[in-house]
């Protein structure tokens, strides 16, 4: 069985562009940010340029586990 070679290109693209969300100095900047009480998730995320669910999945626990060891 073939697979067309439009979905092939497709596929190669995607694996090509594909990269994390968030590297480790973006999660770093999060968490120096999330220390801060009065700055909120949204407003983290919209700083970092993600959504709050891809901070939550990169900071399980968000600003509460930043206190705890990991």
């Not at 596929?11 to 968030?22: F, G, K, S, Y």
């Not at 407003?43 to 930043?66: F, K, M, N």
Request: charge should be positive.
């Amino acid at each position: 069985m073939s697979v067309p070679r439009r979905r092939v290109r497709a596929r190669r693209l995607v694996i090509q562009t594909a990269r994390p969300a968030m590297g480790p100095a973006e999660i770093k900047r999060a968490k120096a940010m999330l220390a801060d009480p009065t700055v909120t998730v949204e407003e983290v995320a919209q700083q970092i340029g993600v959504q709050p669910s891809t901070l939550y999945r990169h900071i399980p626990g968000g600003r509460s586990s930043l206190g705890q060891p990991v």
